[in-house]
């Protein structure tokens, strides 16, 4: 028996059909030992020695394959073609020699395949190898660097910018990208300008003509600056007579993009199908372990002979012969730093169709961009003639108009697209996209409307997932493979969010970027990080020695972050309140000092330190205690309906101001200037722009005394807590259902829901249910309660609804009993009656319960289960 090790699971059913009964395939589960989170795991003074560690549910796979090795004629490692497939079995390898399963004569082979097909792995059988010692030593760089520079700079960050979570190689470089554009974005001055477009009508079609110069000068899109001046060429147009002047016509070619890369593909899936890369990589891995598509991840464009063959066979069969190219396409990878070799990704099968594809909808349409890009890839390029006439405005300036159009002669790859090839075309803010009449030098258009539009210059887009990508590959900083989960960690970690696809930097994030950039400036360049994974992928060519591009980086980092121990928070804060000044305190529009105090007029506003993380403070503490959160800062501090000095009024009874400010957990009001003043956050739903004087006393009289309490005299207040309103009595707490009630609750409903709640009136995790009147009656005690959709009335099992127009302190016993009776003939319950039968049910029970008991005690677990999941 040979025994095959493969990293999914999944794969396995199929591979073993595949291989046949001679086989044995086993599963790693992805990688079955990493370095544990913890100091020491990478001791660079021991020339980087490492630590690995199994954890549990790897240990037990890992027993499971040792077994069936040390019974085994041969094991062969198939995990997947790339760095961390690698990896993985040198890792399998090496634990199965230290589990002692690793005979001195069993032959040990390394098999990759780039499918699962038969023939690839057939194929791949014929090709073993031993495990490729240079693509392990780059990994094992990689996961050192990334190892030592997480574990290096994150507990500075800790101690510096207390709230910070971690960095990271890769992840702080693609956070900077994120954050200098946001500086871009805030930086960024509108400017004005003005569009002429005139519209003209040649042998009953209407076209469109932009001003092209003006008194002989060739006008650009920002040249026009006002509307007084675009005024002025849109009357003379107006007033014109037009001349086409030249036709020109030119016949281009639009050429198909390569297969897709793992980035391109995140980026294509991230555009047209709304799907993260997260969520891209998940599907195609599904899709990858079916066999329906091959390995998808790799930076490779090019295909297998036989995988070009395939397509164009395809191509065809779907369009005929006048679709392919004389010769198969060939696309050579360009990227900065370009994986190990793979294919590119594509499907197995060329003539299976996307519609073909049953179940999962996610994994038919990922498969479509899949197929079409790949079959697009070997076709003819589409033929279009591109036409561009000048129009002379004969009038008193010299105007000419210029009119751009395309017609598409052979739709070539785009035939593949059908509509959604025209849908990408019309979306095009491009004049190429436009069709226009058949036009001659010499003719004389008409003037149908000519318009003006006043635009301003737009800031730089903010990324999204797949332009970082983009950005991200096109500087060589990080892998594909990384990518996804670099995005994922920025997210989890608050840097940044995501809303309408868009990556925001949050002010967290802004802050460690800042910091880094102040005093680890080289480790965040792009240069830098590009240049490192240059060094790499050397690395995995064995060109480098691993551990001496180690040591030459750890030389320069662990000074640097020595220098840095020592800091002074006062540095880190200066340093910070100047790079993330024009964020943090942006320039106000009536000229006024954006870092003046607006509560005691003559502090400075400055970025501060505190247990959580920054928030803005004023220079005068403790004098002064304005705070607010950066993000209020960077807004412009309080609303521009509230007071803008952050004073709601003065109390009546003590003359003391009353404030309105930001803090660190949210808005608050505050009463006086002292140190121990008194505070309070604002609920739930109460927002700064409501607030006035009142409801902030309101807030401030709290915590409120009731009265008390009638049984013991001691008091009853009233209060907000962590999970809502309620009033307290000896230590003994119950909930207020309704917010507004805190003001208001009086003593006699005060004792009555403290009554309720000791007598469990009150549900855990539901509203109150409030006793407020009960009858004694034969068949039990009947109560009118308060519950969490309205009054009823209640009789041991059954509940009844009061009606809206009836007040619940009104409903009298015959009344209750009508409610009562109606409810349980609606829901077939049984009423109590009178006591003896009460009591011979009893008696009944107590005669069987033993013989209920035993038969209850033999599945006491599974009953509880139950419950639970109920």
């Known amino acids: 028996m040979k025994v095959v090790i493969v990293e999914s699971p999944n794969k396995i059913k199929t591979i073993n059909k595949y291989l046949g009964k001679d086989y044995e395939v086993m599963a790693s589960f992805g990688h079955v030992r990493d370095l544990p989170a913890k100091d020491g795991s990478v001791r660079p003074d021991e020339d980087f020695a490492m630590s690995w560690e199994v954890d549990s549910k790897s240990n037990k796979r890992l027993t499971d394959i040792a077994r069936a090795v040390k019974e085994s004629d041969e094991l062969i490692l198939a995990t997947d073609p790339d760095r961390e497939g690698e990896a993985i079995s040198w890792h399998v390898l090496d634990v199965l020699k230290q589990k002692r399963a690793i005979r001195k004569d069993l032959p040990v082979r390394r098999v990759v395949f780039n499918s699962i097909t038969q023939s690839a792995i057939t194929e791949a ?109 849109r009357k003379a147009i107006l007033a014109g007579r037009f001349t086409v002047e030249s036709v020109d016509k030119k016949p281009t070619k639009r050429n198909p993009y390569p297969p897709f890369t793992t980035s391109s593909l995140q980026q294509d899936a991230s555009s047209r199908l709304g799907f993260s890369p997260s969520r891209t990589m998940q599907i195609a891995q599904r899709l990858y372990e079916e066999g329906i598509i091959t390995y998808m991840r790799t930076d490779a464009v090019q295909m297998a002979p036989e995988g070009i063959d395939q397509a164009r066979r395809a191509i065809d069969k779907e369009f005929g012969t006048a679709y392919l190219p004389a010769t198969p396409r060939i696309y050579q990878t360009k990227a900065k730093n370009a994986q190990e070799a793979h294919e590119a990704i594509r499907p197995t099968d060329m003539f299976r169709r996307p519609e073909s594809l049953k179940g999962d909808a996610d994994q038919q349409k990922l498969y479509g961009l899949i197929w079409r890009r790949t079959l697009a890839s070997q076709m003819r390029p589409a033929e279009i003639e591109r036409t561009t006439a000048d129009i002379a405005v004969a009038t008193d300036r010299a105007i000419t108009l210029r009119a751009v159009g395309s017609v598409v002669t052979f739709p070539g790859f785009l035939a593949l697209y059908g509509v959604e090839a025209k849908e990408d075309r019309e979306g095009d803010d491009d004049e190429d996209s436009r069709e226009l009449p058949p036009l001659a030098v010499g003719d004389t258009p008409k003037l149908d409307a000519c318009d003006i539009e006043q635009h301003f210059t737009q800031p730089p887009a903010r990324y999204t997932e797949a332009s970082l990508i983009k950005k991200m590959e096109e500087l060589g900083i990080g892998r594909p493979s990384t990518y996804a989960a670099t995005i994922s960690t920025l997210i989890e ?34 240069g830098f990080t590009a240049a490192l994974e240059e060094q790499l992928d050397e690395i995995s060519d064995g060109k480098l020695d691993y551990k001496q591009v180690l040591r030459e980086f750890w030389e320069d980092f662990s000074r640097a972050t020595a220098e840095i121990k020592d800091l002074r928070v006062s540095e880190v804060l200066d340093a910070l309140n100047e790079l993330l000044a024009d964020h943090i305190f942006p320039a106000k529009e009536d000229g006024s000092d954006p870092r003046r105090c607006p509560t005691c007029g003559t502090g400075t506003l400055s970025l501060k330190l505190g247990k959580y993380g920054a928030f803005i403070g004023c220079s005068n503490y403790p004098e002064c205690k304005h705070t607010m959160q950066l993000s209020d800062a960077a807004a412009g501090g309080l609303s521009e309906n509230a007071p803008s000095d952050g004073i709601l009024g003065a109390d009546p009874e003590t003359g003391d101001n009353v404030y309105l400010k930001s803090g660190r957990f949210g808005p608050y009001v505050q009463l006086g200037d002292e140190k121990e003043a008194k505070r309070s956050s604002l609920p739930k739903g109460w927002t700064p722009d409501s607030m006035t004087l009142d409801r902030a006393l309101q807030l401030l009289s709290l915590p409120r005394l009731v009265g008390a309490h009638p049984e013991t005299g001691l008091p009853i207040t009233a209060a907000l807590g962590r999970y809502g309103p309620f009033i307290l009595h000896d230590g003994k707490y119950a909930n207020l259902p309704d917010f507004e009630e805190v003001f208001t609750v009086g003593q006699n409903r005060a004792v009555d829901l403290l009554a309720a709640k000791a007598a469990g009136g009150f549900k855990r995790g539901g509203a109150a249910v409030a006793a407020i009147k009960t009858f004694e009656h034969d068949g039990g005690p009947i109560t009118v309660r308060s519950g969490r959709y309205g009054p009823y009335v209640n009789q041991g099992k059954i509940n009844a609804t009061i009606p809206k127009d009836a007040k619940p302190e009104d409903v009298t016993l015959e009344q209750a009993l009508a409610l009562l009776a109606a409810r349980a003939e609606a829901t077939g319950t049984k009423t109590k009656r009178a006591p003896a039968k009460k009591t011979a049910t009893k008696a009944a029970a107590t005669k069987k319960a033993p013989a209920k008991k035993a038969t209850a005690a033999k599945k006491p677990a599974a009953k509880k289960a139950a419950t639970k999941a109920e």
């Open 493 to 526: 970690r608050n840097y940044v969010r995501l809303e309408k696809r868009a990556l925001i930097a949050e002010d967290r994030g802004r802050i460690v970027t800042a910091f880094l950039e102040s005093f680890f400036t080289r480790y965040v360049e792009y």
């Open 125 to 233: 059988m014929k090709h073993s190898r031993d495990i490729d010692e240079p693509l392990v030593d780059a990994y094992l760089a990689r996961r050192a660097l990334d190892y030592l520079v997480g574990f290096t700079l994150s507990p500075i960050l800790w101690r510096k910018l207390p709230g910070s979570r971690s960095a990271g190689r890769v992840q702080s470089v693609a956070l900077r990208l994120v954050c200098d554009r946001e500086d871009e974005i805030e930086k960024f001055k509108p400017e004005e300008y003005w569009s002429v477009l005139a519209k003209l009508i040649e042998k009953g079609k209407t076209f469109e003509a932009r001003l092209y110069s003006v008194d002989g000068k060739k006008t650009d899109k920002l040249d026009i600056k006002s509307g007084d001046e675009a005024e002025a060429i």
